[in-house]
């Protein structure tokens, strides 16, 4: 096998946090094992096949204090899985089903004498929650199912993972973006949060998350009777898994937004190092904080593209010491396991992060430490073929289970935080300063964990220190927590002293957190701004506008055009013309071998990297459509055409309606005499939007009602004959196109299918086909809305007021919305029917429908080997 890039490619991404060269090399050296690539020096063995036991598709994995395993079907039972080593022959695998009531459990663990599980569910029996499983008497099987809470949420942004903390004494669950914070929760993040965006956000033209508002996917904190909890952090998206490291601290494997891809909002999956109170910035449509706001923390490290799945740490493993000491990060999209190496930095830590194993297809769900120091890991969900493998080292260097022991080097600066954390549980008077004096410190997680501190204090002791001179960096944090905290009349207090610093001494780093101070304390402002607070703003950013770096000059084009400021129009039109390099904006994306794996992402991002949008002048032109006078003729004919351009570029699937969104907003500031011609100007041709039906001869038949099973058998007799052209048209004659793409081209409402042939095979295929409404992944599942007349209206939120729902109610027709009033609406429900029809197939023969599947399953390449005669 061509050995990769792609430690490269991650070393250079990982300077970026300034990582340190290890005590131990990784090894580099690749072998090919069962068709998944293993370091040198690895065994992999794959134990069991539930799929073909029908046992459903595992996603989650503990262990008992015996070594036997427990795991969960996504979509039904938990099972417990023995397995027994015969010395000299191979090893017996035993799996029993548990004979109760609890399945769906995206989250196991085991502690004591009883086996914890997170479901994830829209079963009203057991519903999603937390319950505890037991032992009732004590004769060795569990047999009993205790509810410790309900929560509101399910699906693939619902319940997911459970982690004992390192003390032993308590639980941490973790929660994706669409699960609800219960009401009566203590919280060590301050619950103040909003969307805190200085302009209006655009919400996904396909609707997701549209409904979903701040704070996004948490982390609570529980006992083992799940009676007392605390929210522990927010602001994730979509975060799967969590793990702590040898030091105790606590980590997540976060969600990307791939339909965002191009988009200045869009954030890679990434590795967070969750610690208490902290904001990871999730907020809906393009109100994604960005990592360097001040009100938020960044990742530890960037990893591209992905679906991250479970999260492990290497402690306990009998592996070579360089694998023991960090965090294994799997990835379902595309079958990579990797190992991020962490080293300690301050109170937190940098990453080098390399490649550890991967497969075509490999959809890695969870995985476990064993009692024998091997890697235990699962592949499946989704209803996909579903396997347990079992990873061990046979290798040459040493690979002696270590000790898990703290690491001294950054021990000091995380006794400081930890210190600061204890004030995120209590109110403390005489700890203000203490606070007060860490506000500036130069850690960023220590000065985050200083400001969070602050919030839960009172208040009226110290929210007169904006009066007093400090440092600017500690007037930035402390006009932070005023934003958040303080009165309107402290708010322009922290505006002026924010005013008063001299930002031309500022480093970049405070510069940018100088912008995002003011822009929080004008988003929270209820009362009227001045004249001359509004002239001094102006006076400040103005001469120094598109003079910094391209993040210090998008954050000033938000403010100064909040504030509607018309002199900055014609210097960011021409700086949208002339600076067209997109090689800076290239290093977040994951190089062409990794892209490869995924038949779900992989073409959008390969066909976006050929032909770049310029994500810096897609913010410039999302400020500017805000921006009501100053324009002339000419400055609008500019800025117009410039939408045209970037209609012609490729991004994620909902690149074109997010630039046709943002050209709305534009648009709708236009005087009315002028709309319908500037409109014109932008009306170039989309990148693959073509005529797709152009040409297509439909199907002769004559169709029957398929099965999976008759098309499993049709399949079989006609593949030899299978034809390329006639596959490409059925896939247009049936209507597949409409919703569905292949090598980019078709539409965007339904997953990409390009490789789906290295994920599926003939069965699953048929099974989707055949029954779309058995697996509907959330994004594609509609609501079923019933009013007060008695209809039933299904669709997708594209836009909500307080009034108004505005639904897609068609897949085959995504720009078409039906609005219904939200005083109409009786109750709500989850659809439970996809919106891909059943018999689209019908019409088709055997011979037609061999050919659509084979079509299908080469992705669309006439050269696949499933065409040689």
């Not at 605390?230 to 799967?240: C, E, H, S």
């Not at 440092?471 to 958040?484: C, W, Y």
Request: proline share 4%.
């Amino acid at each position: 096998m061509k050995k990769s890039n792609y430690f490269v490619f991650l070393l250079i991404l990982c300077s970026v946090y300034s990582c340190q060269t290890p005590i131990e090399t990784p090894i580099k050296e690749q072998i090919n094992s069962n068709g998944i690539t293993v370091l040198k020096g690895f065994i992999l063995e794959k134990l069991h096949t539930p799929t073909k036991h029908k046992q459903g598709s595992w996603v989650s994995i503990t262990k008992n204090n015996e070594g036997a395993l427990y795991t969960s079907d996504q979509y039904g039972t938990i099972y417990k899985t023995s397995i027994v080593n015969r010395l000299g022959k191979q090893d017996t695998v035993s799996v029993e089903k548990l004979d109760l009531e609890i399945g769906f459990a995206q989250g196991l663990l085991w502690h004591k004498k009883h086996l914890y599980a997170l479901v994830n569910s829209n079963d009203t029996k057991t519903p999603s929650g937390f319950y505890k499983i037991s032992d009732s008497n004590n004769n060795g099987k569990l047999d009993k199912v205790t509810q410790l809470k309900v929560f509101e949420g399910q699906g693939e942004h619902g319940p997911h993972n459970i982690a004992l903390s390192p003390d032993k004494k308590s639980l941490f669950l973790v929660f994706g973006n669409y699960t609800n914070i219960p009401d009566n929760i203590k919280s060590l993040a301050p619950k103040v949060w909003e969307e805190d965006n200085i302009l209006p956000v655009v919400k996904d033209p396909s609707g997701h998350a549209n409904t979903r508002k701040a704070p996004g996917g948490w982390v609570a904190k529980t006992d083992f009777e799940g009676k007392d909890w605390t929210l522990f952090n927010v602001g994730m998206r979509n975060t799967f898994d969590i793990a702590f490291n040898q030091d105790g601290e606590l980590f997540g494997f976060d969600a990307d937004m791939e339909y965002d891809l191009g988009m200045p909002w869009y954030r890679p999956i990434r590795l967070n190092h969750m610690t208490s109170g902290s904001d990871f910035g999730w907020r809906t449509g393009t109100g994604k904080f960005l990592p360097y706001y001040p009100d938020n923390l960044p990742s530890i490290a960037d990893l591209g593209q992905g679906s991250p799945t479970g999260l492990l740490s290497g402690n306990g493993l009998k592996f070579p010491k360089y694998y023991q000491d960090g965090l294994y990060l799997f990835d379902w999209s595309y079958g990579t396991m990797y190992y991020a190496k962490l080293t300690p930095n301050g109170s937190s830590y940098t990453t080098k992060v390399t490649e550890f194993l991967s497969g075509i297809p490999l959809p890695l769900t969870n995985g476990i430490v064993g009692n024998d120091g091997a890697l235990y890991f699962l592949t499946g969900g989704r209803r996909l073929e579903s396997n347990l493998y079992r990873l061990s080292y046979i290798g040459e260097k040493p690979s002696e289970i270590i000790p898990s022991k703290t690491s001294k080097k950054g021990e000091s600066d995380r006794v400081l935080r930890k210190e600061l954390e204890t004030l995120h549980a209590q109110k403390t008077p005489n700890k203000i300063s203490f606070i007060l004096e860490n506000l500036d410190h130069k850690d960023r997680f220590i000065r985050f964990s200083a400001r969070v501190a602050l919030e839960h204090q009172d208040p009226n002791l110290w929210l007169h220190v904006i009066e007093e001179k400090t440092t600017p960096v500690k007037t930035i944090n402390l006009s932070l927590a005023i934003a958040h905290i303080g009165n309107d009349s402290f708010k322009l207090q922290a505006l002026n002293a924010l005013l008063e610093i001299d930002w031309n001494r500022l480093n970049t780093q405070n510069k940018i957190g100088h912008i995002r101070a003011i822009q929080l304390v004008l988003t929270r402002n209820q009362s009227q701004l001045s004249t001359l607070i509004k002239n001094k703003i102006q006076q400040t950013f103005l001469p120094n506008y598109l003079s910094n770096t391209e993040n210090i000059d998008k954050e000033l084009c938000k403010l100064l055009s909040f504030l509607q400021t018309s002199e900055i129009i014609e210097t960011t039109i021409h700086k949208m013309e002339t600076d067209t390099s997109t090689v800076a904006m290239k290093a977040m994306y994951l190089s062409s071998e990794v892209l490869e794996r995924s038949e779900q992402y992989g073409k959008d991002i390969e066909n976006m990297l050929k032909n770049m949008p310029n994500q810096q002048h897609i913010s410039y032109a999302k400020s500017l459509s805000f921006i009501n006078d100053g324009w002339t003729t000419e400055l609008r004919e500019r800025y117009f055409q410039w939408f045209g351009n970037s209609l012609e570029k490729s991004g994620g699937k909902m690149y074109t309606q997010f630039i046709r969104a943002i050209q709305k907003t534009a648009l709708a500031n236009v005087p009315d005499t002028e709309r319908e011609y500037l409109a014109s100007l932008s009306k170039k041709r989309t990148k693959g939007n073509s005529n797709f039906m152009k040409g297509v001869q439909q199907p002769k038949g004559p169709g029957i009602n398929w099965t999976v099973e008759s098309l499993e058998s049709a399949y079989e007799k006609n593949i030899k004959n299978a034809d390329f052209k006639n596959g490409e048209n059925m896939f247009k004659a049936s209507l597949c196109i409409a919703c569905h793409s292949i090598k980019g081209t078709g539409g965007s409402s339904a997953p990409e299918l390009t490789k789906i042939g290295t994920r599926f095979n003939v069965g699953d295929i048929g099974e989707a086909i055949v029954n779309p409404s058995g697996t509907i992944a959330d994004r594609y599942r509609y609501t079923n809305y019933h009013m007060k007349d008695g209809s039933v209206i299904s669709g997708i939120v594209i836009n909500q007021t307080d009034k108004e729902i505005e639904l897609s109610t068609s897949a085959f027709a995504v720009d078409i919305a039906t609005k219904i009033k939200i005083k109409d609406i009786v109750k709500t429900k989850g659809s439970k029917i996809s919106p891909m029809p059943p018999a689209l197939i019908n019409r088709l023969n055997a011979q037609e429908l061999t050919d659509l599947i084979s079509y299908l399953i080469s992705g669309g390449n006439d050269k696949n080997a499933i065409y040689d005669k």
